[in-house]
């Protein structure tokens, strides 16, 4: 856990989580505190499973299992939507963005970054 207002708080825990996925990198991916891991079947992800455990035990991280999901055809990963060899935008994004309202000022603009 890292104290909330450290600026490079941030940077600090993805290179961390970078370690972690180095050797793994062709089954699992990491970005900040969202964790990927691709398989082709059931057992060959139970497999994977088992290694990132293992790396994140290494590593000194925890992981709270009441926000992991396991054994997904399809998964919502960084603002896309993700399965079966194909990646498409999320669905709930593009409404979002097609309901915003015209800006009137220059603030709005900052929630066409957030999306």
Partial sequence: MVPFGLRNAAATYQRAMSKVVQTISDFAC????????????????????????????????????????????????LGHVIGSGRHSPDKERIKAIQNLQAPTTEKCFGIVQFL
Avoid: M, P, W
């Avoid at 290694?51 to 396991?70: D, I, M, T, Y």
């Fill in 30 to 77: 990491a970005y900040i505190d969202d964790l990927a891991i691709f398989s082709d079947t059931r057992q060959e992800h139970l497999n994977h499973l088992e290694e990132v455990f293992k790396r994140l035990e290494h590593f000194n991280f925890s992981v709270n299992l009441g926000k992991c999901k396991f054994a997904r055809q399809k998964v919502k990963y």
